[in-house]
């Protein structure tokens, strides 16, 4: 079977919001392997919500919609699916229950006028929302000899996706005999259109595993996802394509990571081979140290992590020598090597890690240009150093250096 | 006129990615009155790319696609916006010699079997791509005695976003005499449900300005847009609701914000009060300074931050009494206060800023569960401490923090 997700939003249509449902959605259903053929977001104008289910029907076994759940004039999702499936709407006192407590909450009196938030769709699943007011619903149906899903979930990201997990994917379940698997290999030091233009002959080539790739400041991801019977046969399809790739790219390049992000790599490796660290950082101010920070069990080998923004944090916290950044300048190899090293002396680590650079929009100068940075590991008496210039916003620049940072590190403990 | 946003990519409909391109068109739709009436996702599937240009542009009169203009067989956008317009392909020089100079960056030599991405629909004003092989295009027709605009976008966002900016809006904005303006209200220490309950009567009656809401860990924000012939127009618009929200909430609690983000007015009061700051982070590990850190020209007043992740670091670097711990824990008001106080005082600055808990998902107890954490701010001899149980996933518990911290210095240094 294959679905559509449907988000019902007019916060969406006008970019106020990013469309994530869509995205958690659509990643549980690959997961069960059930293809999504397409997403679509209309507005709350009940005219069009009906027109987008009724196309949504029309081409795909399994319509997903979320939002709409309401108790206004506008919020019509639930008698859209009725009239698809041609049903009455009929009263549920279970939800008329939940919404008297879930307005108590609010130390509220439930408002009869939002009765409509009790009715469902003869026949339907009513799923619990402990979350929020608007309970949810699945409904067969049939059109033509086919089986048809309709399935309404409420917006907010945090009521809908506790429901996908714990209701709709374990429903969904029995329509799929198979499940799919991928692995995230992140490449660095390769720029996106160079890593991309490596690997298009595999991208292009490959059905199953499928390869996509997405950029990020600072790396490019490899998603290689295979589908088949179980578990282990998709790893076996994975495994020769991941090698090819990782030889492709070279081993100090590629690298599998849970989530896809660089600390993950970083903090178990720190973590397994029980190296401590510390951190110094100027223009990332402190980005280094909390995406690290993000990994569990890190205190074990994170220690101390310095913000030395100013010249005189430098100095003072640092020990960074007055006449080093007075002759070089704070945007310097020579300050990136004493922050380095003056963060392992004063937390008392193996490895000092620095960021020196110039984030913008101002302070840019011909030799010292907006998004140059330096890099600085400190370890085992040995100063590694990197000089970037990036481009991008002030965002992505530092987001840029804390990735390499957090990678350089790696190259430096990797066997 | 009206517009639909289509984007082609699989990797959307895997849930690999979320859909970014949607969001920026949008917005930058929105900014120019020109309404969006849906969005949609579908893969590289020729077919399906064809049905969904048809729905697009039966339904709305502008379109604008982004992905499927590769070299491959699969990318076939422009073969369907030609077919949909019926007029043929044309060579374009100008983007044979774009592809052969992008291609030459790469080192390669441009492969001829490539030749489909210097041909375009006939009639099309063709959009040159500063960073990427693929040239975009925008066509004019019509159906029906209807103008309908088509217009195709690489899907890269580094690619699509400069384009849209310097060609597309440029050239959309002549059949717009409206604008459009917006204002974010930023909500904070009242729950999401609460404040949408608080504001839902003006959230439904609104239909200019217009109301929505979205939360993140620590803030609601009320995104209150206008649409009219001027700004000026706008803002008068905008301002009775603006007031009565902030009303509702009380000052303390709500604010005006550019971004949406609660730094920037903390960075914009500190900046214009001149009052220096230090952080000492635990819990977040460095995510208040980063986040501080990203207003432009800080650098005057955030002076340093001190991630003392560990119980020595806390004691070595702060100062913390080690009894403190030892009586107390590192997760205390008593804690927290000497982290603030011990982080001014290493700094040499005005305000102490700290933050403790217990991130999870290991380290909780009955006592002191996972998502509890204190915030302490020191300012002028007096302590300002606030104690959460937060709820999530270790990112969102310490994103919370952060957002908690950075407002709760503000809410001390505002009038």
Redesign the interface.
Known sequence: MNAEILCVG???????????N?????????EIAI?????????DNPD?IK??LG?AFF?TDIVICTGGLGP?QDDITKEALAEYFNVDMVYDEKSYQHLNKMYHR?R?DFPENNMRQAYFPKGSIILDNPN?TANACIMKGETEGKAKIGILLPG?PKEMSPMVDKEVIPYLKQFSNQVVFGEKLVVVNIG???AE?MALDLI?KQTNP?I?T??SAGKVIF?I?AKAESKEKCIDIIEPVKDELIRRFGRENAYITKTGNVEDRTAELLLKKNITIA?A?SL???????R???H????SV?????????N??KIN?LHVNKDTIKEYGAVSPETAKEMAYGASQ???TEIGVSTTGI????GGTPEKPVGLFYICVYYKDKYHIRKVNATGS??II?ERASTTAIDMVRSCIED
Chains 1, 2 share one sequence.
């Not at 007019?10 to 994530?20: A, K, M, S």
């Not at 984030?359 to 101002?362: F, N, R, S, T, V």
């Open positions: 007019t916060e969406l249509l006008h970019g106020d919001i990013v469309n994530t869509a995205q958690y959605i659509s990643k549980k259903l690959a293809d999504v053929h397409y997403q679509s977001v209309v507005g069009r027109k987008c196309v081409r206004t609010f509220k929020g907010p996106e259109s160079a233009e292009k499928t996509a997405y950029a998603r996802t951190t950082e990332t101010g402190g980005m280094v140290a909390s690290l920070v993000n569990p069990g890190i205190s994170f220690k101390e992590g310095f913000v030395t923004y100013s005189e944090a916290t004063a937390a008392g984030a913008g929009p101002d002030r965002e530092r």
